[in-house]
């Protein structure tokens, strides 16, 4: 025979009600750029080409030195998952210049 009344302990206790869904806050949605947002990025990245600590980092990544690369990076990043984005994205940079090259 089941029960014919909520109980009022356990873990389902209290008065049934329905889930108030929230709408996502902004900053969840933050990092979700758009194509204009990505294209002026791209832009500026073009027009001012890489800050001289980036293109330190750069020339030790070019010797393979990868570590000495994250340390420095996160010498003057402050932070160690910050470095390791840059150093990433260096490398992408590198081999994005080799492709260039290769097909000219």
């Not at 194509?35 to 393979?64: C, M, S």
Request: glycine share 6%; charged share 35%.
């Amino acid at each position: 025979m089941g029960i014919k009344y909520d109980m009022a302990i356990g873990l389902n206790k209290g008065h049934k009600v329905t889930k108030n869904t929230q709408p996502a806050r902004p900053s969840q949605r933050k990092a979700h750029g758009g194509k204009r947002a990505k294209f002026v990025r791209d832009l500026i990245r073009e027009v001012t080409q890489l800050a001289p600590y980036e293109r330190r980092a750069n020339e030790i990544l070019r010797l393979g030195k990868d570590k000495k690369a994250l340390k420095f990076l996160k010498q003057r990043l402050g932070n160690h998952i910050r470095a390791k984005r840059k150093r990433d994205e260096l490398q992408r940079l590198q081999q994005l210049q080799r492709k260039a090259a290769a097909h000219k």
